[in-house]
């Protein structure tokens, strides 16, 4: 724990846009390797000195040995400030916090069902690529992920270009209205999964804005799902990820020391504030 609190310094070695307000950042250490070791799921402290700092997810694998990147929404000071650095600036990088999807127990030899919605791709692509790269431990993978637009697409070209390549994996993109040159779905994450109707074995991992978890849950309860197989992560409410500012609180939880990550049956004897 106490190495997670002391910053080091990170190099931005690649800044890729993958949105008009999403840009993904490649860091290292000085030293040009990787600053720390994760697990899928956890989140690391990003700060600019005189700026401010926040939580954000860890968007690469742990399988990446080399680099960690960090895909990040332009929506605040401290983002917008991101935004602007060019390669080669430094940031101050801490962590990991909280715990992580369990790929080394639960999640093994399971067929795997990851919905998304718009940002809450970022904290999922960290599964879905340690799961790629582990292939021979999980079933089967669906992948449904939704956004606004075409343009909102998160990590489209790996999408594409990787993710549909492969064995096993079936992606199911849509987009909440008609767009010119868009010729997949169209319409919100909730419905098009109740659509898909898919087979109530999988476990599944969500991750998106509060109002399409909510009712992408009901959904899938609907369909024949129970509240133990889901899991979600709730990793924006995270603050100093170490349970001493208490602003992560929900009843008797910290999302920073019992989370980010829950099953979402543990999430019923929560208060509805969540």
Known sequence: MTESLIPS???????????????????????????????????????????????????????????????????????????????????????????????????????????AGGIGLAPLRSVINYVRDNREDYGKIDIVYGSRSKDDLVDYQEIINEWTADKDVSVYLTIDRDQEGWDGHVGFVPSYVKELDFDTDKTVLLCGPPVMIKFTLQGLIEMGFDKAQVYTTMELKMKCGVGKCGRCNIGSKYVCKDGPVFRCDDLEELPDEY
């Open 9 to 115: 310094v990170g190099v931005v070695t690649e800044i890729r846009i993958d949105t008009p307000d999403v840009k993904t950042f490649r860091v290292v250490g000085r030293n040009g390797k990787k600053c720390f070791n994760h697990m899928p799921g956890q989140c690391a402290m990003l700060s600019v000195p005189g700026v401010g700092e926040a939580m954000f997810s860890i968007t690469s694998s742990p399988t990446n040995t080399e680099f960690m990147e960090f895909s990040i929404k332009k929506c605040g000071c401290l983002t917008n400030w991101l935004h602007m650095i060019e390669k080669g600036q430094e940031i101050l990088i801490r962590g990991p916090y909280g715990n992580h999807f369990p790929v080394e127990r639960e999640l093994k030899n399971k067929d795997l069902l990851f919905i």
